[in-house]
Structure formats: structure tokens, C-alpha cells
Nanobody, 119 residues
Framework: QVQLVESGGGLVRPGGSLRLTCKAS????????IGWYRQAPGKQRELVAS???????YYPNAMKGRFTISRDNSENSVYLQMSRLRPEDTAIYYC?????????????WGQGTLVTVSS
């Protein structure tokens, strides 16, 4: 079972940029999609972006424009480039995987990486 570990979070000023990394413990070639989610304090977890094989991104409407997801199978990693960050982007960011098209996302989540946008 491939495990995913998030990294790259930190404190950034409004308007700044940050790149998050989701590193897999094994080969991700056969994984259908990997997604980035976030959960802000007091709010439900929400999808930020996902990328399906071979490298087809999806963004919910509310996330279009400032986030870019990319997948590097050679590095067994998925990246989330975030730009023009706002205080409301403050959240714990998690990655998860979907092994098959229209299949479920993993039930278990990792520890995530905290992004704080503040001056």
C-alpha cells in the first residue's frame, strides 16, 4: 500500500507563493488520481486540485487561477504550486489518492502540512 507524505507548508505573507510536495512511498504509475485537499479551522475539508493519469489536472471552480497541480511519476510526487496567497488559504493541506476512475479516495489521511498566510 503506497503511503503519501505532505511537506512544504509554512508561514507566508499575503500575496506570496508556496509549493507543496506530496511524496509517495512507492510507484505512483498505477494510481489513477492524486489530489490536494485542505481543511481550515472550523471548516470542512475541501478539494483544492487533483491530477489524473497521465497528467490531467482538475480544479473546482473556486480554486481556479491561483493553484497549479502537477504530477511527476519519475519522482513519485505530486506538487501544488500556490500563488497570490490570501489569509483565507490558511489551512492544513493534505494529499490523498484515488486508485481507480470514479473509485473512492483513501479513507485514511496523513498528517498534512500547515500553510499559514499572515502578515
Amino acid at each position: 500500500q503506497v503511503q503519501l507524505v505532505e511537506s512544504g507548508g509554512g508561514l507566508v505573507r499575503p500575496g506570496g507563493s508556496l509549493r507543496l510536495t506530496c511524496k509517495a512511498s512507492g510507484n505512483i504509475d498505477s494510481i489513477w488520481a492524486i489530489g490536494w485537499y485542505r481543511q481550515a479551522p472550523g471548516k470542512q475539508r475541501e478539494l483544492v486540485a487533483s491530477v489524473a493519469r497521465p497528467n490531467n489536472p482538475y480544479y473546482p471552480n473556486a480554486m481556479k487561477g491561483r493553484f497549479t497541480i502537477s504530477r511527476d511519476n519519475s519522482e513519485n510526487s505530486v506538487y501544488l504550486q500556490m500563488s497570490r496567497l490570501r489569509p483565507e488559504d490558511t489551512a492544513i493541506y493534505y494529499c490523498n489518492k484515488q486508485n481507480q476512475p470514479r473509485g473512492p479516495w483513501d479513507a485514511e489521511w496523513g498528517q498534512g502540512t500547515l500553510v499559514t498566510v499572515s502578515s
